[in-house]
Nanobody
Framework: QVQLVESGGGLVQAGGSLRLSCAASGSIFSINAMGWYRQTPEKQRELVATITSGGSTNYADSVKDRFTISRDNAKNTVYLQMISLKPEDTAVYYC???????????????WGQGTQVTVSS
């Protein structure tokens, strides 16, 4: 089992910045990628960004050039730096951990509890 603990959500004005953190513990050897998803009551959970153990990243088109995913392998922690936030970025953000295959597909095996990000206009 892998446990994921998120932090860093909150309320910010449009144009502002936030950084989310996700600390992983437990059977870290069983995963090779981590990522962030987000969900609102109106939409299905959507992928925001992923990062592999080797540092390869992938982003949703809606957040490219505004969000940056990074990781500190020594701390087993993944970060999501968000800048130029928009009201439409408002959502519950979920940390995830799993496996990325050679095809590029990302299989989520574990989820965090979620952290609320609210962007006011």
């Amino acid at each position: 089992q892998v446990q994921l603990v998120e932090s860093g959500g909150g309320l910010v004005q449009a144009g502002g910045s936030l950084r989310l953190s996700c600390a992983a513990s437990g059977s870290i050897f069983s995963i090779n990628a981590m990522g962030w998803y987000r969900q609102t009551p109106e939409k299905q959970r959507e992928l925001v960004a992923t990062i592999t153990s080797g540092g390869s990243t992938n982003y949703a088109d809606s957040v490219k050039d505004r969000f940056t995913i990074s990781r500190d392998n020594a701390k087993n922690t993944v970060y999501l730096q968000m800048i130029s936030l928009k009201p439409e970025d408002t959502a519950v953000y979920y940390c995830s951990a799993g496996v990325t295959y050679r095809s590029g597909a990302y299989y989520v095996a574990y989820w965090g509890q979620g952290t609320q990000v609210t962007v006011s206009s």
